[in-house]
């Protein structure tokens, strides 16, 4: 069967590797910018087919012409690569049979393939402003590659002898990344993909209230963009969960509380959600009607799985029982290793002594030298049996307590110091104030975060979930203070573990802030080690100055972009100059988003895949950790 002219250019542009993706798909993006650069070995390729020639190149005078524009627009109709989300790279409107109106005389509505990733919305911390990554038509191969595994520098270790540099990556290491969470995200899945045990995470609350921002981001998003913002970020966090034992944890407010828990849902559809309400301001927020006292916390968590371990409850909240077997099966006959003296001196537990043989029936209280034998009989004189053997009674020695029975005799009683959580956390070491803010500047000396969590709430989520493996990896991806690397090493600091955490954060208080917080509470006089790196950035700067440009600005940053042919390499020079025409017609906020939609997302950081090309000059140090990273020494 002959093939058509669509078959015929992918079968010719696939031939040429630079043209595919890893998995074999032809790079639309890629192709389309050589178009426009009128790339010699793109042109090459084309002219070794004879139907391509015979319709993309026309014969002026003896001189082959490419119709560049022709081939462009072809490539983005919907007969070519139809499912491919690359059809509207630049252009989205009215077309009619594939072509735009401008070549086209009858006119249909047509609708563009929608991926909607954003970049973040964060910004350095003392220049909040409105959202001005919108929506945005971006193509999967586009997409592919700005989430693909980036290069890492300036990488640090932190340990209690000092620092150490040109290090490369140990899998003993805690890690923070300074990059923006989601390109972070994406690079972390080469090495971390299915291995992560808890995820916990407080993102911005959206709540248009600079006082109760937990991190000092950009909060003015509309609950469809804050939605899409945080669902390209869990898609990535799902992957990184281990199957059917990761759990998710989200803090959150009443703002985006019920759009989150439809969006989790739906996301985890395989998991469960469980919300709790946790009392973190007990004097209370004032609301138009209400006082705000709570907020909340979202469990996802695998279904049917028993992933939330029991509570260890402080000691006013332990109850007590009798450690003497009462009821079916409690008698002295029934389990003969259980009947045995608990010695009592002086109101204390001081020993145990040994099973009393069968024709032996000691009294309740036997006293000698002023010691106290307790055994289990009851006021009636019954001999029944301890709940605990003798072989492992010293075990739970400590929650043993004496009591006066109203017969006069001692007695033992049994705490139980565990049980399952509540829905509703109600406690004074959940006040954020006395435990997030107050905690956080007792340890650095920066105000600039207004309302952290309790570093106690913090630990106590966490902790349901890892409690019963030491080897856990926790990942937050919105690190903020760091709150919740330190919560970790509380953990380890209680049972001796081992658990790793990753930590992932944009703004660049990570160095004077998070990162010195961290050292403080992990790595200082203590055996564990601390890996600090940054993504190494490409155009990422140059968004910032977008985002902090002024009036008087912002012309010369659209100059510097307009020059840089590697900055906007899918736009025409003309297509330039004709948008120029309207750009100081603009408000500044739009002025702002047109030159972002022109930077090329791609080259916010530099992709793995380019770490020997010679133009970026990466140090050998940061390639040599790089490949460390990611398993390719």
Known sequence: MDKNIFEIVEDVLKTNSKYLSEDGKLLKAVVYSDVMMMDEDLLSLLLSEAAIKERFFKNIKGTLVFDKQKFAWFIESKE?????????????????????????????????????????????????????????????????????????????????????????????????????????????????????????????????????????????????????????????????????????????????????????????????????????????????????????????????????????????????????????????????????????????????????????????????????????????????????????????????????????????????????????????????????????????????????KSIYAVKEAIFSIVSKNKQAIILDFFGGSGTSAEAVSMINNVDNGNRKFIIIEQMDYIESITRERIVNSTVNGKESTLVYCELLENVSTLIEKIQAASEETISEIKNEIYSDERIVPYITRAELEKADEEFNSLELEEKKKALINLVDKNKLYVNYSDMDDESYAISESDKAFTKSFYAEV
């Open 80 to 452: 070519f690569l139809p499912d491919s989300y690359t059809r509207y790279t630049n252009k989205i409107g009215l077309t009619h049979g594939g072509d735009f109106i401008s070549k086209s005389n009858d006119v249909v509505l047509d609708f563009p393939y929608k991926d909607c990733v954003l970049e973040g919305g964060q910004d350095k911390e003392d220049q909040k402003r409105k959202e001005i990554f919108y929506n945005e038509t971006i193509a999967s191969d586009e997409i592919s590659k700005m989430l693909a595994p980036k290069v890492f520098t300036n990488a640090k270790r932190y340990t209690k002898d000092g620092i150490e540099e040109n290090i490369t990556f140990d899998e003993n290491d805690n890690l923070i990344i300074k990059g923006n969470n989601l390109i972070a995200l994406s690079s972390l899945l080469k090495r971390y993909e299915g291995k992560v045990k808890c995820i916990y995470i407080d993102p911005p609350y959206n709540t248009n209230n600079d006082t109760n921002n937990t991190f000092k981001y950009n909060n003015n998003f509309n609950h469809s963009t804050w939605l899409t913002f945080m669902r390209n970020r869990l898609e990535i966090a799902k992957r990184l969960l281990i199957p059917n034992e990761g759990a998710m944890i989200i803090a959150i407010d009443e703002n985006e509380q019920a759009y989150l828990g439809v969006m989790l849902d739906e996301l985890f559809n395989e998991y469960e959600s469980h919300m709790i309400t946790v009392v973190h301001n007990p004097r209370g927020v004032q609301g138009t009607n209400f006082s705000y006292t709570n907020e909340f916390l979202y469990f996802v968590i695998p279904k049917g799985k028993k992933i939330i371990q029991n509570r260890k409850l402080d000691d006013e909240e332990i109850e007590f029982s009798p450690l003497r077997n009462w009821g079916s099966e409690s008698l002295r006959t029934d389990a003969k290793n259980c009947f045995y003296p608990i010695l009592v001196k002086n109101g204390e537990i001081i020993g145990f002594g040994d099973v009393i043989e069968d024709d032996v029936h000691p009294s309740a209280n036997e006293i000698v030298d002023n010691t106290t034998y307790i055994y289990p009989i009851d006021i009636k004189g019954v001999e029944r049996k301890w709940r605990y053997a003798r072989n492992s009674v010293e075990d739970i020695k400590y929650l043993l307590r004496v009591f006066n029975r109203k017969d006069g005799f001692l007695d033992i009683e049994l705490g139980k110091d565990f049980g399952q959580y509540k829905t509703v956390w109600i406690d004074k070491k959940f006040d954020a104030n006395a435990y997030g803010k107050q905690w956080l500047n007792k340890i650095v000396d920066d105000k600039s975060f207004s309302f952290p």
